[in-house]
């Protein structure tokens, strides 16, 4: 059930109705009703998979607490890792291990006796990779004292199907979303305005400004062999800022929903594309996703305490399972190991160079006189380029089903946008690009586009519901008309799936 689905208009009032009505005791029964219901709506087969991750996790949790030795408490900790990575592996990742094993046969010259057809039916299961790491960190928790294991089996399944978040994020914490769940939540007014004033926010950005920009960034990857390079540049922009209002678009709505219901989660977007340097996007983007890698791996691996290449090698390291977490696919990992690189190397800058330089009349001048919006300008630059690579896996998927008698690698497409990307002197393809789909198309979603960068800029720090909250009320309920006129008007309604949906 997509939240940008006729269903979930349906769903979720009907949900509310009951929530707030229903006995203080039974909340979190409908809660978990309602979890299962949603995640079996995209296929009743899935729900067999989040019961195993539940009873698995439940009973390991409690194992772990109970040992009286710390090798008892590895070998139940080591059991929840194991099935939690083992389910994610099975049905997300064995493919991809199965084409490299034999892609490597074939170059060896070897026999490779297992046949191509076993895998080719396995459908990774919606959001396998939120599911599961919401669930492993609460056995990680555990074990490393940081949270008490939750006794009763009723509670722990709401937490593990809360339905906002299990398929699409945030990933939550037990620590946080566990004991909000066993609490009663009434109707309260401010509350439930301010929840359906952040679900607007985010079907403004998924509706108006991701899914109308998606027109020319699909032309664009269909049409590799055409463009040049301002398209790919234009393009490039327009597909970094898609997946942001995408993404970003569904955690507002989960946690408008989720506040709607009493209950706070996780912030997972903080206007990212103000950040000054890729440390501090990695702070701003998918947040509960860079402070589950950052907790469970980086810190794991020596953190910044470790010294030189160490820290180089955790950094590139960190991000290069954040690109296969993302996606079983080379040009994805490779994406974000681009990432990485950028990182280590302005890390050695910082603590090779500039801690050296700092105290220079030049550096003081550099720093004084260089731009804030230069800093946000380059880090951004960055950030576009190495997200070139995030589409070309399934634009080869998409041309290679398209045109079966003339197949594409996956480099082939990579290497040619990143060949045209520095022809700034040719624009070819331009105004075919902006016309496929329409210039009034292309100008309103530029439009709105600068218009949300603009609000973001405005409210800093805060967030879009408080900062309406605080208004007058005249002022609140032209902001509302607004939101909802520029829903129904420039919304595009053709159902499409939320990028994340494939993780």
């Known amino acids: ?88 592996i099975f049905f997300k990742y064995v493919n991809f291990i199965d084409d490299n094993i034999r892609n490597l046969f074939e170059l060896l010259h070897l026999p490779y006796f297992v046949p191509q057809t076993w895998f080719d039916k396995i459908i990774v299961p919606v959001g396998v990779s939120f599911i599961t790491f919401q669930s492993l960190s609460y056995t990680i928790d555990i074990y490393k004292g940081l949270i008490k294991p939750e006794r009763d089996l009723g509670y722990f399944a709401t937490f593990t199907a809360f339905w906002p978040v299990m ?114 996007f990695w702070t701003r983007w998918h947040v509960s996703l860079s402070t589950w890698l950052t907790d469970y791996v980086f810190f794991y691996l020596g953190a910044y305490k470790a010294k030189g290449l160490k820290v180089v090698f955790n950094v590139v390291f960190v991000l290069a399972i954040c690109g296969l977490w993302h996606g079983a696919n080379y040009p994805m990992i490779l994406a974000f190991t681009m990432i990485g690189i950028a990182m280590a190397i302005r890390y050695l800058w910082q603590f090779n160079i500039v801690r050296n330089i700092k105290p220079s009349n030049a550096y003081k001048l550099f720093d004084k006189y260089f731009p804030e919006w230069g800093h946000v300008l380059v880090t951004v630059s960055i950030l576009v380029f190495c997200f070139l690579l995030f589409r070309v896996h399934t634009a080869q998927m998409e041309w290679n089903r398209m ?23 040719s624009a070819a393809y331009f105004q075919e690009w902006i016309n496929h789909k329409g210039i009034v198309e292309f100008i309103c979603g530029i439009a709105f586009l600068i218009i949300l960068l603009v609000i973001e800029f405005l409210i800093g720090d805060k967030t879009i519901e408080k900062t309406i909250s605080e208004r007058a009320k005249p002022i609140r309920w032209v902001i509302y008309i607004l939101l909802t006129l520029a829903i129904t008007w420039f919304g595009v309604y053709n159902n499409t799936s939320f990028v994340y949906f494939q993780y």
């Not at 979190?28 to 009703?33: D, N, T």
Request: proline share 3%; hydrophobic share 50%; charged share 20%.
């Open 167 to 280: 398929v699409n994020g945030p990933i939550e914490r037990a620590k946080n979303l566990l004991p909000q769940l066993q609490e009663h939540h009434s109707f309260e007014y401010n509350r439930v305005r301010d929840g359906l004033i952040r679900m607007l926010f985010g079907f403004f950005k998924k509706l108006v400004i991701a899914d109308r920009l998606a027109f020319f960034v699909d032309d664009m990857y269909l049409h590799f062999n055409d463009v040049s390079g301002w398209t790919i540049i234009v393009g490039g922009f327009l597909f970094f800022f898609q997946v942001y209002c995408d993404f970003s678009g569904y955690s507002d709505i989960a946690l408008g929903a989720a506040k709607i219901m009493g209950i706070n989660i996780t912030e997972n977007f903080k206007r990212p594309f103000f950040s000054k340097n890729l440390a501090e």
């Open 403 to 425: 045109h079966i008698d003339d197949p594409v690698s996956w480099w082939h497409i990579a290497g040619l946008l990143y060949s045209k990307m520095f022809h700034l002197g």
């Open 1 to 88: 059930m997509l939240f940008n689905s006729f269903s979930f208009l349906i769903f979720f009032p009907i949900f509310l109705l009951l929530y707030f009505r229903i006995n203080a005791k039974h909340q979190w029964k409908l809660l978990l009703l309602s979890g299962y219901f949603f995640y079996g709506s995209f296929a009743p087969k899935y729900l067999l998979i989040l019961v195993a991750i539940t009873l698995n996790d439940f009973f390991a949790g409690k194992k772990i607490e109970d040992a009286t030795t710390k090798s008892e408490k590895k070998k139940w900790l080591f059991l929840s890792i194991a099935m939690n990575l083992g389910i994610l």
